[in-house]
């Protein structure tokens, strides 16, 4: 008898226990004590974290900067054979020949323009592998915004030379019609959106199409391409805070070429550069060596998973390279920086990305000199014929200039084109009007 009734009461003292209006009277009185604070860390709705005692800043050089990534070491051998990506001969002959190409197509069109045949010119020397690293990691109908320096991503996808000629001659073949400044690409075809000037336009944009995607459901990302200089503009940041929360398919990828025309990155930025922003957005990063036409792949190819793994979400890769060219046919660099600091970038011992390409291939027993000497004049020969062919076709009537802007004409603009009638009917003698096609 006294068993059962000690039983009952032990019951009776658990079913209390566990009644939610015990846990709760358990909960606020034990809420009266600092030490559950402790024990719960912070309420606040803006921040997940802990409580500390400790008054300290975190500066910059509390964080360990992102290693860079890479495969290879300068002389194109491969590290880790793990990280070595599983790419048939086909391939990486391709890499290589569109890294070469692209290079060839920048050292003839540049000079172009020193011989006033085009108006303008952009290289991508020195950052060949950021572009054709990242170009073959992607499906080729991910939607691409880039900066301007992306050339070799569109010549990985199929843009012929002819179309790079027509486009900077701005002749009637030129798709935008002559109306953008050469190096103004884009090709509805190939999932490349057409280049603007003013930078970082395109990052926005960028998050916004990734946004479309998402809701499409149609497996496919976005990946937009940006210098450093372009990471201190306002866009950047609206852009990668709205892909994060918005949880966005996209890559962004920052080409970190050391400068903005005259602005080296030490003026550019304080921290941990582009990278070391990623994580503090929500955003998974990673730095790669951007001369490693391997790790770019890789680092691309991984970039790519994540970014359409649940439901997507951006990523961010700052792919550290050298702009060997000056900034433009405007710019001329020796002025901001040391001729030797170009100089060693150049070298093979630094890690140039095409050496670099060409000693693995030749390690691997895929490429030798005498193909590279072959390679070499056939692709100066493509690019010269491109180039006479182009140079031959006419510009549209200069009319065009006012039209595809606006659906109806306005006001201001159709008084801007009586006044250039005017001026050409009495001093078109003087521009070259033969060259331009007449209104239709
Ligand atoms: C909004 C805006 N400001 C300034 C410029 C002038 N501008 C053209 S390119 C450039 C430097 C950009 O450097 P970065 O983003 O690092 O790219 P890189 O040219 O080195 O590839 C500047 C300042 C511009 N085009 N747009």
Redesign the pocket.
Known sequence: MIRTCNLQHFRDILLKLRSPSTLRLQRVSSDSTSDSDEDEGPRFPGAKTNWTEKLKFRHSDDIKPLPVYRVMDNYGKVIDPEQEPKLDKDMLLKMYKTMTLLRQMDLILYDSQRQGRISFYMTSHGEEATHIGSAAAVNDKDLVFG?Y?ETGVLMWRGFSLLQFVNQCFGNKRDQGKGKQMPVHYGSKELHFVTIS???ATQLPQAVGAAYAYKRAKNGLCVITY?????AS?GDAHAALNFSATLRCPIIFFC?N?G???STPSKEQYCGDAIGGRGPAYGIPTIRVDGNDVLAVYNATEAARSLSLKDGGGPVLIEAMTY?LGH?STSDDSTAYRPAEEIQNWESPSWGHPIARMNQYLVGKGLWDEAMEEKWRKDAKQQIIQALLAGEKVTKLDWKEMFTDVYHDLPVDLQKQMESMEDHLKKYGEHYPLKNFISAP
């Open positions: 900066q320096r000037s003013p930078l940006f210098g450093e200089g372009a503009e080409r070429n400068y903005a025309i702009r900034h």
